[in-house]
């Protein structure tokens, strides 16, 4: 079955830099683009950032570009969000997805996306 788990998050400091990575396994990896959510409390998950199945293509939330650089390894199976110059607004709990349709672009809106991971907790003090 398909599985996706998150690791890499934690407690940093504001300007600080975090690599969350997201393991997947049960489906062909390298024919899906993937995307990493972040929930805050007492908000809606956001898109952050989306990586096509082909690698080159990417996509970046405004708030994120400039900091956040979202990177795969089709050999590993992985996908990884390298996060940098982090603020306390970043604080959230981190989601990896794949996009419900194989070979196709990465997307911004969560129901393009079938399957997610547990998350993992990302804090940001000031």
């Known amino acids: 079955q398909v599985r996706l788990v998150e690791s890499g998050g934690g407690l940093v400091q504001a300007g600080g830099s975090l690599r969350l990575s997201c393991a997947a396994s049960?489906?062909?990896?390298?024919?899906?683009?993937m995307g990493w959510f972040r929930q805050a409390p007492g908000k809606v998950r956001e898109f952050v950032a989306a990586?096509?199945?082909?690698?080159?293509?990417?996509y970046y939330t405004d708030t994120v570009k400039g900091r956040f650089t979202i990177s795969r390894d089709n050999v590993k199976n992985t996908v990884y969000l390298q996060m940098t110059s982090l603020k306390p607004e970043d604080t959230a709990v981190y989601y990896c997805a794949r996009r419900r349709t194989s070979q196709t672009l990465g997307a911004v809106q969560p129901y393009e996306y079938n399957y997610w991971g547990q998350g993992t907790q990302v804090t940001v003090s000031s």
């Open positions: 049960g489906f062909p990896f390298n024919i899906y683009s």
């Open positions: 990586i096509s199945w082909t690698g080159p293509s990417t």
